[in-house]
Structures are given as C-alpha cells and as structure tokens.
C-alpha cells in the first residue's frame, strides 16, 4: 500500500500565494513519477504538474509560468508552488503516483481562490 499525505491549501485572494507538500515513503518517492492533480466542482481531474526521480518537470498549459513543482529528497516531500492564483485554480488537489500499473491518491487538499 502506498501513503501519499497531503498538507496546506487554504483560502487566498487572487494573485496570491500558496504552496502544497506531499508526503512519500523513500522506496516510493525515490524510483516514481510524483504527480499534482486538481479536480474543480463540475469537471474532470486534470494533471497540474510532474516531477520524475531524476528531477525532470512537466506542467498543465493553464498552471505554466505560475506553479512550481519542487521536491526535498531529505524529506520525502514534493511540493507545488503556487503564485499568482487565480478564481479558476479553485479546486480540490491530489498527490498522486503510479506503481506498478496501479495509481495512488492522496486525501486531497482543497484550494479555494476568491476575493
């Protein structure tokens, strides 16, 4: 079974900040791709953005220029920096990873963006 814990999200104010971390054991964290996906209310989940072990990036055409994803091998953690937020980056965020043909979720996180 692969954990996957989640932590930040929040409110913010368009054209702010926030940043979400992800949690993995080391076997995991060190050999697989990490993910960040989102799912808003109506709408399918989509990718937000990619990191491989060797540190190769990958972004969502509507997230590029603004989301960062980054990760602390002394932790374990991939994180996703998200600047300049806007009301349509409003949704639920999943860590997710794919072993061995079989995808793993994180709880989610919810991010809500409004004035």
């Known amino acids: 079974q692969v954990q996957l814990v989640e932590s930040g999200g929040g409110w913010v104010q368009p054209g702010g900040s926030l940043r979400l971390s992800c949690a993995a054991a080391?076997?995991?964290?060190?050999?697989?791709?990490m993910e960040w996906h989102r799912q808003a209310p109506g709408k399918q989940r989509e990718l937000v953005a990619s990191?491989?072990?060797?540190?190769?990036?990958t972004y969502g055409d509507s997230v590029k220029g603004r989301f960062t994803i980054s990760r602390d091998n002394a932790k374990n953690t991939v994180y996703l920096q998200m600047n300049s937020l806007k009301p349509e980056d409003t949704a639920v965020y999943y860590c997710?990873?794919?072993?061995?043909?079989?995808?793993?979720w994180g709880q989610g996180t919810q991010v809500t963006v409004s004035s």
């Open positions: 997710s990873t794919l072993v061995l043909q079989r995808r793993y």
């Open positions: 080391d076997n995991i964290f060190r050999q697989y791709i």
């Open positions: 990191m491989s072990p060797t540190g190769s990036e």
